[in-house]
């Protein structure tokens, strides 16, 4: 599997041919594929509409298995941690609509996180604060 940015047209047209969203696709996007520049596995992309760093859409291929998509989320999470970290963001938001409770109980142990709210529409919204090293 290759992680990799999203970082020209066909990239993204990529990622919306699998899965379209109502907005422009923006910095980050990570893409993981089963071979470089092959089959999309999966894209997490980022939405600042709102004035804050949210991670998501996320999009899984939906014949992944449940272990595959497993593997495939904590593998975008990361290239997309790394990728905000370069860039000196210490925080992102995201959220798991309800009806995921696996997917919250990948974030639960692969992250150590808990939703710290639940809004009116019942999405569960996460806070990643990320570790900067000390020298």
């Not at 959220?95 to 692969?110: C, L, Q, S, T």
């Not at 992250?111 to 639940?118: A, H, Q, R, S, T």
């Amino acid at each position: 599997m290759y992680i990799r940015l999203a970082t020209k047209g066909s990239d993204y047209a990529k990622c919306s041919r699998a899965a379209p969203i109502a907005w422009p696709f923006e910095f980050p996007t990570v893409m993981a594929e089963r071979t470089f520049k092959g089959e999309l596995l999966g894209y997490l992309t980022t939405n600042t509409k709102s004035g804050y760093i949210v991670a998501g859409p996320l999009w899984l291929l939906p014949t992944l298995t449940r272990t595959g998509k497993a593997f495939v989320l904590i593998r975008l999470m990361t290239g997309y941690e790394n990728t905000l970290a370069i860039n000196k963001v210490d925080r992102f938001l995201f959220f798991v609509p309800p009806g995921n409770e696996h997917y919250m109980d990948i974030i639960k142990r692969a992250m150590g996180l808990d939703p710290y709210e639940i809004d009116a529409d019942g999405n569960y919204w996460y806070q990643r604060i990320l570790v900067k090293e000390t020298v």
